[in-house]
């Protein structure tokens, strides 16, 4: 699979280390050596590549998908994104957004859930609504992330990939959601180069040991903020709540 292939091209091996792609969907895989199963399927288990270890993965069905949408609602381009989420305050300033635009995976996994805005008054303009977007889909993958923590543990690295990687504000946005320290990659190609490793290895011309030095070099760590983490936890709480009146009003 191509998630198991971008492991391999970022040299991810050990159980200490995670990775939190966000892309057209976005996913978080952690390597194991014991497998584990999630209660009620909320995970997925997959072979690694080296004998007997697994790969621990939580996925979510929206995310850069769903910026693309309101990007074309709103009339606005990629490079209007970073100048207009800097003019709109951590929150919205009230507005909340479920991304589940076309179902969810980790951890609600229903096909039929749906997304929205709550919340909305009648200040709130594009920038809101783009803003609170990408603060939706990182408190999707704050659930999800939380979800996988809670039967493999904390990470003591955690990479960060995928398309959202190119943006400064979202990257940071992603990091104060979630409270989690992302390394970016100086260069990143994804599953292909994890692919070309591969045929390396089948091939023989290198051996698994080498692979965590084959990894591309760290370009920064994106922290999060203190006072926006905190800020951002009473978001997550509203979130959740959401998820529950979405479930019920389908209901």
């Not at 203190?226 to 997550?236: A, C, M, Q, S, V």
Request: glycine share 10%; with cysteine; charged share 20%.
């Amino acid at each position: 699979g191509d998630q198991v292939a971008a492991s391999l091209g970022i040299g991810l091996l050990d159980p200490s280390e995670a990775f939190l792609s966000c892309s057209t969907a976005g996913q978080i895989l952690k390597p194991v050596h014991t497998p584990l199963i999630a209660k009620n399927g909320k995970l997925n288990l997959l072979c690694h590549i080296p004998d007997g270890m697994w790969h621990l993965m939580a996925a979510i069905q929206n995310a850069g998908n769903v910026l693309e949408w309101v990007l074309k609602l709103t009339k606005r381009s990629f490079s209007q994104l970073e100048e207009m989420v800097k003019t709109i305050p951590p929150g919205s300033e009230g507005l909340v957004f479920l991304p589940y635009l076309t179902g969810e995976r980790t951890p609600v996994m229903d096909g039929a859930a749906r997304g929205t805005w709550m919340s909305l008054n009648i200040q709130h303009d594009d920038r809101h609504l783009i803003r609170s977007v990408l603060e939706g889909v990182a408190c999707s993958l704050r659930h999800a992330l939380g979800c996988l923590e809670e039967i493999s543990g904390e990470s003591e690295r955690l990479f960060f990939i995928g398309g959202a990687t190119k943006s400064e504000e979202w990257s940071q946005i992603i990091a104060d959601v979630t409270g989690k320290s992302l390394q970016r990659f100086v260069y990143y190609e994804g599953s292909a180069y994890g692919a070309a490793l591969l045929g390396a290895l089948g091939v023989g011309d290198i051996t698994i040991d080498r692979i965590p030095s084959l990894r591309p070099p760290v370009k920064d760590i994106i922290h999060p903020a203190k006072e926006r983490n905190e800020l951002y936890g009473e978001l997550f709480n509203r979130y959740k709540m959401l998820i529950d009146l979405e479930n019920d009003f389908r209901e």
